[in-house]
Antibody, heavy 120, light 106 residues
Framework: EVQLVESGGGLVQPGRSLKLSCVASGFTFSNYGMNWIRQAPGKGLEWVAYISSGSSYIYYAETVKGRFTISRDNAKNTLYLQMTSLRSEDTALYYC?????????????WGPGTMVTVSS | NIVMTQSPKSMSISVGDRVTMNCKASQNVGNNIAWYQQKPGQSPKLLIYYASNRYTGVPDRFTGGGYGTDFTLTINSVQAEDAAFYYCQRIYNSPTFGGGTKLELK
């Protein structure tokens, strides 16, 4: 059974940093591109970042480019999101999501999410 | 940037009814659309990809259609468990989501 479990969220002050993790199981993690997608409270979905299976390709949304860094450790089946210079508008539930097979740009499995609250 | 606009924002339907919701792209996106269902307190689940392909395990009462700029998600004989938000997404390497349609049951 495919499972994605995020962690690392919490309350953080504006301008500070936070690192999220997502542990994957039930599939060959190193064969799939992975993404972070967020959802502000009561709002819709916003794609944040993508990393290819071997980390060769990385893309970011314009809203986080230069502040967030996506990475992965295939030996540990873990995806990361390092977030710096956090702003109130980064407050959201952060999901990790698996890329569709053959690197198709839809998302076939999602974790339950980890909540990030940016507030003083 | 291509904007995805969903309509209506919400709808109230009776069990057994047929419902159609819409997703409009600001430019031609071919068939590069996916649909997701998100129930309260849950993460989104993939329903449809490439406009009309039902994902594994999705009941056949869910049907996707459309091409170019106008897309639809139809649910035949709505069930109580279909109450949820539904989102469309442009399948692209900078994916964008529509604002969602909330489906409520009367």
């Amino acid at each position: 059974e495919v499972q994605l479990v995020e962690s690392g969220g919490g309350l953080v002050q504006p301008g500070r940093s936070l690192k999220l993790s997502c542990v994957a199981s039930g599939f060959t993690f190193s064969n799939y591109g992975m993404n972070w997608i967020r959802q502000a409270p009561g709002k819709g979905l916003e794609w944040v970042a993508y990393i290819s299976s071997g980390s060769s390709y990385i893309y970011y949304a314009e809203t986080v480019k230069g502040r967030f860094t996506i990475s992965r450790d295939n030996a540990k089946n873990t995806l990361y999101l390092q977030m710096t210079s956090l702003r109130s508008e980064d407050t959201a539930l952060y999901y990790c999501a698996r890329q569709g097979t053959n690197s198709n740009w839809y998302f076939d499995f999602w974790g339950p999410g980890t909540m990030v609250t940016v507030s003083s | 940037n291509i904007v995805m606009t969903q309509s209506p924002k919400s709808m109230s339907i009776s069990v057994g009814d047929r419902v159609t919701m819409n997703c409009k792209a600001s430019q031609n996106v071919g068939n590069n659309i996916a649909w997701y269902q998100q129930k309260p307190g849950q993460s989104p689940k993939l329903l449809i990809y490439y406009a009309s392909n039902r994902y594994t395990g999705v009941p056949d009462r869910f049907t996707g259609g459309g091409y170019g700029t106008d897309f639809t998600l139809t649910i035949n004989s709505v069930q109580a468990e279909d109450a949820a938000f539904y989102y469309c997404q442009r399948i692209y390497n900078s994916p964008t989501f529509g604002g969602g349609t909330k489906l409520e049951l009367k």
